[in-house]
């Protein structure tokens, strides 16, 4: 499970390096992308804050699935196609935060490294909306 910390860390430093906010990508694409990566950012802290609270976060790991499914379509034009298409398969794979939760009650670290994935998903966020 701590593979799933891991590949969700790699997708936040991945976009947020690799965010190229074309001149041509206009006003609602670059909206819509930046609502995007918010939600992402947004999950993610509210897991955070559910395994804090010693609870399961129930249907994180759906809406995680379908961010990773929407991924290319939603930010294609800001990101390389290529990258967009690993990235996508990467949160796919790490959709499952709720079975985290054991591993994240021995060692509160691996909430820190969370926090820091949708602090990146925030700032990308930002990025694209700019």
Do not use: W
């Not at 906010?21 to 819509?32: E, F, M, P, T």
């Not at 918010?38 to 809406?63: L, Q, S, W």
């Amino acid at each position: 499970m701590l593979e799933t910390i891991s590949l969700i860390v790699s997708v936040a430093a991945g976009v947020l390096s690799s965010l190229d906010v074309v001149k041509n990508v206009q006003g609602i694409k670059r909206a819509k992308s930046s609502f995007f990566l918010e939600e992402i950012a947004t999950t993610i802290d509210e897991v955070v804050t559910k395994f804090k609270n010693n609870e399961v976060p129930h249907g994180a790991c759906m809406r995680m699935r379908q961010y990773s499914l929407h991924f290319v379509d939603t930010l294609e034009g800001l990101i390389d196609t290529e990258q967009l298409i690993s990235y996508s398969n990467m949160l796919y794979y790490a959709h499952e935060l709720e079975l985290l939760y054991k591993d994240v009650q021995d060692d509160n670290n691996k909430l820190v490294e969370l926090e820091k994935a949708a602090g990146m998903f925030r700032a990308a966020a930002m990025l694209a909306k700019i």
